[in-house]
């Protein structure tokens, strides 16, 4: 079983073993491994199961350390690393032969990241090499918030996970890349799309694509709870689903069912970001058969919410196959 531990260096002791471990970051966990060891890499695609056309990540400490890995940078991908890194934004930028093509599944372009959270800082200013790191979760299952959810799922199989307490952020990075210098978001996260195009001006989202997709965040049912989750008005599903044997998301609406989890009771989005994925969590831990889940205010963080509960209820597709 995996220890649960504060100790930057020994994390950084794992990792230059080639072992694979549990580190912090302000969006979710992250399974972390050596991004230029094949070996270290190819362990992150089994402890996950995650299928090897789906690139991975590579994690640094800041502009000037990607420009070893990335061969150039357009002036908007350096107006949005000095706006937002370190923070939760993915660039995705050509990349450099150096990264093993495990890390970018082949593809002539690297997804990059600087982290915010202090202790990843930390860790990746003591290691001389980048660190790959996908959610720490198995494939197309609920990211991580806490360590304890790292353990609960991935504890048998990794040596170490370094504890940096909940996820400031909750929901994953916003993924922007560029084709033919137009900014396109592959996946919507802790960043707006609103403040990311008042730096970038209008980009395309590109986010729904059902074979071979650019970002699996596009897979179109993914971050899927283990119990069946509806996505609509609360008050409605109701009549079908009674309060007993439906756990209910809300919001900030109190609907007084006996197993509910308000996401804000407030109506404040980041809030609601924070506690997005635990809350999914233990609400499929309770003895309910579905979970019943109302979308939130359709503006800035609030998108990226609706979004990961769209794909958590979309049924299964041929799209699904790998999971
Ligand atoms: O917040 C985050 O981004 C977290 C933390 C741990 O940093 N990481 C994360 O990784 O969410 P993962 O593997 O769960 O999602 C990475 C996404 C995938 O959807 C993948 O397809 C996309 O990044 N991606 C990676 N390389 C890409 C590339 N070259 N082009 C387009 N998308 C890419
Ligand atoms: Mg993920």
């Not at 491994?33 to 060891?37: E, F, I, S």
């Not at 059902?210 to 971050?223: D, W």
């Not at 900030?252 to 006996?258: I, L, N, Q, V």
């Given at each position: 079983m995996a220890l649960i531990g504060h100790s930057v260096p020994e994390a950084a002791r794992w990792l230059r073993r080639g072992e694979v471990v549990g580190i912090p970051t302000e969006t979710v966990y992250g399974l972390a491994?050596?991004?230029?060891?094949t070996q270290s890499v190819a362990r992150i695609f089994e402890i996950k199961e995650r299928p090897s056309f789906d690139p991975l990540i590579v994690h640094v400490p800041d502009l000037s350390a990607a420009d070893n890995w990335v061969t150039s940078f357009s002036p908007a991908a350096i107006d949005l690393a000095e706006r937002?890194?370190?923070?939760p934004l993915t660039l995705v930028l050509p990349r450099k032969a150096?990264?093993?093509d495990l890390v970018t599944a082949g593809l002539d372009t690297v997804a990059i990241r600087c982290p915010a959270h202090p202790l990843t800082q930390q860790l990746l200013a003591l290691l001389d090499f980048p660190i790959a790191a996908p959610s720490?979760?198995?494939?197309?299952r609920i990211s991580p918030t806490d360590a304890q959810h790292v353990a609960d799922q991935l504890g048998q199989e990794i040596p170490y996970i370094l504890d940096g307490?909940?996820?400031?952020?909750?929901i994953e990075s916003t993924i922007v890349g560029f084709e033919d210098e137009q900014p396109v978001i592959y996946r919507m996260g802790g960043i707006p799309v609103e403040d990311i195009e008042r730096v970038t001006g209008p980009a395309v989202l590109r986010m729904y694509?059902?074979?071979?997709?650019?970002?699996?965040?596009?897979?179109?049912?993914?971050?899927?709870?283990?119990k069946k989750l509806i996505f609509g008005k609360i008050e409605e599903l109701l009549n079908h689903y009674p309060a007993p044997i439906a756990g209910i998301l809300s919001f900030?609406?109190?609907?007084?069912?006996?197993y509910q989890r308000i996401l804000s009771p407030s109506g404040n989005l980041r809030e609601a970001a924070q506690h997005l994925f635990g809350y999914l969590r233990e609400l499929e831990a309770m003895p309910v058969e579905v979970i019943l889940a109302e979308p939130v205010e359709e503006k800035g963080l609030g998108r990226a919410i609706n979004d990961r509960l769209r794909r958590a209820a979309a049924t299964l597709t041929e799209t699904t196959i790998y999971e």
């Open positions: 491994g050596n991004a230029l060891n937002f890194w370190p923070g150096i990264i093993p720490a979760n198995k494939f197309g307490g909940p996820c400031p952020i909750g694509s059902a074979s071979n997709p650019k970002a699996p965040g596009q897979l179109t049912r993914h971050y899927a709870p283990g900030s609406t109190d609907y007084h069912a006996p």
